[in-house]
């Protein structure tokens, strides 16, 4: 009977000391665990970038898009300048037509030259006057949506920088926190090795 005892405690012997399959499992399960950290890490870092880039891309397209309309906006206003002075032209050439038709001192015409250049100054005055706030306020706009252009640009730009330097030191953590959890496996399985070699 005492054989039997000691066979029965070798096969239990034999069915817990881990071998060297198991071990590497482990250890493989560990680099794994950690390899997928840092791809999901990675991949959580791209899209962010790309959102950024996306962001700023919108910024462009947006600023893009009202620097056209505006443009558009003034052609228009110097599409129907151009109409109304061809207007006044038509009218002007027809009350010279009907001052051909009516007798009329030197004086007169004269007085109609000058009734036209000081009409004509008057609206390029006027006109002035109008679109002196209209071009201010473009200008005006033009400015804020360059500020705000660069701005986020510098924004992603510092926030990458930030980012970027502190990479190094969480790749340093991440290893440290890797090599740890290796060691500790690696002791948990040399003790439980010790405990069923003292058993």
């Known amino acids: 009977?005492?054989?039997?005892?000691?066979?029965?405690?070798?096969?239990?012997?034999?069915?817990?000391?881990?071998?060297?399959?198991?071990?590497?499992?482990?250890?493989?399960?560990?680099?794994?665990?950690?390899?997928?950290?840092?791809?999901?890490?990675?991949?959580?870092?791209?899209?962010?970038?790309?959102?950024?880039?996306?962001?700023?891309?919108?910024?462009?397209?947006?600023?893009?898009?009202?620097?056209?309309?505006?443009?558009?906006?003034?052609?228009?206003?110097?599409?129907?300048?151009?109409?109304?002075?061809?207007?006044?032209?038509?009218?002007?050439?027809?009350?010279?037509?009907?001052?051909?038709?009516?007798?009329?001192?030197?004086?007169?015409?004269?007085?109609?030259?000058e009734l036209k250049n000081q009409l004509k100054e008057v609206s390029g005055q006027l006109e002035k006057l109008a679109l002196t706030p209209i071009r201010s306020i473009f200008h005006i706009v033009d400015q804020l949506e360059d500020n705000f252009e660069k701005n986020a640009e510098s924004s992603v730009a510092y926030s990458r920088d930030r980012r970027n330097a502190w990479l190094a030191v969480r790749k340093e953590y991440v290893k440290k926190a890797r090599n740890a959890h290796l060691n500790l496996i690696d002791r948990g399985k040399n003790s439980f090795k010790e405990l069923v070699k003292t058993q």
Do not use: C
Request: aromatic share 8%; net charge neutral; charged share 35%.
């Open 1 to 113: 009977m005492a054989q039997k005892k000691s066979d029965t405690v070798v096969a239990a012997d034999k069915k817990m000391i881990p071998t060297a399959e198991e071990s590497i499992a482990v250890g493989s399960f560990v680099s794994t665990f950690w390899d997928q950290y840092e791809q999901s890490r990675e991949r959580r870092e791209q899209i962010r970038e790309n959102r950024e880039d996306a962001y700023i891309n919108a910024v462009k397209e947006v600023i893009k898009f009202n620097k056209k309309y505006r443009n558009s906006i003034a052609k228009l206003y110097e599409q129907t300048k151009k109409t109304n002075k061809d207007m006044v032209s038509e009218l002007v050439h027809q009350i010279n037509a009907g001052k051909d038709e009516i007798i009329a001192e030197d004086i007169h015409s004269n007085d109609r030259d």
